[in-house]
């Protein structure tokens, strides 16, 4: 069993940046690809970027690539996604994911294990 707990999200102006933390609970962090995913009103949860359980794989949605990075923290079990040059069509509540295996899945349905989620808005 999986915890996940995100926290990071807030209001920025287009162009500023701000960086998510996805805390998870569990002794076995390393064994899981943990993802990123986002969603917008009436629109379907969308892949933004995946990290593999030892690192240092990742992969991004083209719409994020070159403005966003995911990446790790083994000590602390935290996932962060940091995302710079932030335009108004990157609001949206983002989530946070656990799944099994080995391969950095870019649905939804590839990863077993939620957070709540954490809003954000980016004003033009």
């Known amino acids: 069993q999986v915890q996940l707990v995100e926290s990071g999200g807030g209001l920025v102006q287009a162009g500023g940046s701000l960086r998510l933390s996805c805390a998870a609970s569990?002794?076995?962090?390393?064994?899981?690809?943990m993802g990123w995913f986002r969603q917008a009103p009436g629109k379907e949860r969308e892949f933004v970027a995946a990290?593999?359980?030892?690192?240092?794989?990742?992969s991004y949605a083209d719409s994020v690539k070159g403005r966003f990075t995911i990446s790790r923290d083994y000590a602390k079990n935290i996932v962060y996604l940091r995302m710079n040059n932030l335009k108004p069509e990157d609001t949206a509540a983002y989530f946070c994911?656990?799944?099994?295996?080995?391969?950095?899945?870019?649905?939804?349905?590839?990863?077993?294990?939620w957070g709540q989620g954490t809003q954000v808005a980016v004003s033009s």
């Open positions: 994911a656990a799944g099994p295996g080995m391969v950095l899945g870019t649905t939804p349905d590839g990863y077993s294990y």
């Open positions: 990290i593999s359980g030892t690192g240092p794989s990742t």
């Open positions: 569990g002794r076995t962090f390393s064994s899981y690809v």
